[in-house]
């Protein structure tokens, strides 16, 4: 499986689970059913925020994106992986390899931008209350919307181009189960300057620039909070960030484990990796669903009706 230079590299072998075949109908399973309720789920939320008129506000516009990211973020690995464990073929060709990397550093570039964004809508909501609706009117929404998905197309096929110049010499085997930024890099005996410094510069741009500005809103918001007067008030401020704040803390933490500490195993991560584009796109729904009153209400009038 070896290969001597880039050139002679015409398809990636992917070792999902170490290999471990005794366990595929297992796994096969655990990933449909995942896969089945993820997309369920949030095409559900989807559709009862597009169907409720109360629901059209630029909180629960900006929820229905990241519904519609989580719904990218499991249909990029999930399928081929099912196909793969099902169908025994674990070859993936170069540019089937370069296409899925591709959507999935989209859609994770989406979803951290617009993670910021819920905190900025949240913060503007509470601290200056009174030009929320000036700040995030309509076309405002609509122009971030659209440059979110622009921006995140646009900045995942600048790194994909310019790693496509890496050698891939040590190795066409992927342990991994999904082509992404870090199973691929893996694989490469040299790195271009212009990969790694775009790879630099993209995690300071879109990740620790979002973070830190979600974290700066958020001890905006809370600094707010503490000083109102009502404990009924403090109550309600506080519940429309809770869920989003414990989605931040999920998506953050699954996030620095599977790609900033250093690999001790591929079997750990590939787990990690599991929680990362898996679990957390069922979830997500699940939290603001559970958590904001509003989505419930929405929810009951859906069923009754």
């Known amino acids: 499986m070896s290969v001597k230079n880039k050139t002679s590299i015409k398809f990636f072998y992917m070792l999902t689970f170490s290999g471990e075949t005794r366990y595929k109908p297992s796994i096969s399973i655990f990933f449909f059913l995942i896969y089945s309720v993820g997309v369920f789920v949030n095409s559900f939320i989807i559709i009862i925020i597009c169907l409720e008129v109360q629901l059209h506000k ?44 591709y959507f999935f550093s989209a859609v994770v570039t989406a979803e951290t931008i617009l ?3 819920m905190a900025y809508d949240r913060y503007v909501a509470i601290c200056i209350p009174l030009h929320y609706n000036q700040i995030l009117n309509q076309r405002n929404c609509i122009l971030i919307t659209v440059g979110i998905w622009a921006v995140a197309f646009l900045n995942s096929l600048l790194l994909v181009v310019s790693a496509l110049n890496m050698s891939s010499c040590l190795s066409n085997i992927i342990h991994q189960f999904f082509c992404d930024v870090k199973s691929l890099t893996r694989a490469t005996c040299t790195t271009t300057p212009m990969f790694s410094e775009i790879v630099g510069i993209e995690i300071f741009i879109f990740a620790f620039i979002p973070f830190l500005s979600t974290c700066i809103s958020y001890v905006n918001i809370l600094s707010v909070i503490f000083k109102m007067q009502s404990k009924e008030s403090r109550k309600k401020a506080f519940s429309t960030c809770s869920s989003h704040i414990t989605i931040i803390i999920i998506y953050y933490g699954a996030a620095l484990i599977a790609y900033l500490i250093p690999s001790y195993s591929d079997v750990l991560d590939s787990v990690f990796n599991t929680i990362y584009t898996t679990m957390i796109p069922m979830i997500n729904p699940i939290i603001y669903s559970l958590q904001n009153s509003n989505i419930q209400s929405a929810l009951l009038r859906f069923v009754k009706r």
Not at 70 to 80: L, R
Not at 84 to 96: A, E, P, Y
């Open 115 to 117: 993670l910021f964004i």
């Open 58 to 101: 630029p909180m629960y516009l900006f929820i229905c994106n990241l519904s519609l990211v989580d719904i990218f973020c499991i249909s990029v690995p999930v399928p081929k992986l099912l196909h793969m464990l099902l169908s025994g073929n674990h070859i993936v060709s170069f540019s089937q390899c370069y296409t899925q990397w």
